[in-house]
């Protein structure tokens, strides 16, 4: 088995910053991406942002110039660096681990709240 375990959300006004953090345990094989998604009231689950493991990234549109994705290959940590926070981002966020001959692992989700 393995296990996603998130930090890192909380409450921040517009402007803010914060930085989430996607920590993976258990039975790690080779890893394919890792990633973050997103979950608003009433909407469906969206990317955010996700890192293959030649160090490639894609982000959505709506926080490119924003949001960076990172990780530490040697902690099977992913990270979400969010600047300039919008009301709109508010949302449960989901860390993702992709591995090979493997079902996908979610995290149990944090919450992000921005403030106007």
């Known amino acids: 088995q393995v296990q996603l375990v998130e930090s890192g959300g909380g409450l921040v006004q517009a402007g803010g910053s914060l930085r989430l953090s996607c920590a993976a345990s258990?039975?790690?094989?080779?890893?394919?991406?890792m990633g973050w998604y997103r979950q608003a009231p009433g909407k469906q689950r969206e990317l955010v942002a996700t890192i293959i493991s030649g160090g490639s990234t894609n982000y959505a549109d709506s926080v490119k110039g924003r949001f960076t994705i990172s990780r530490d290959s040697a902690k099977n940590t992913v990270y979400l660096q969010m600047n300039s926070l919008k009301p709109e981002d508010t949302a449960v966020y989901y860390c993702?681990?992709?591995?090979?001959?493997?079902?996908?692992?979610w995290g149990q989700g944090t919450q992000v709240t921005v403030s106007s």
């Open positions: 258990g039975r790690i094989s080779s890893i394919n991406a």
């Open positions: 993702k681990i992709a591995m090979a001959f493997s079902i996908p692992y």
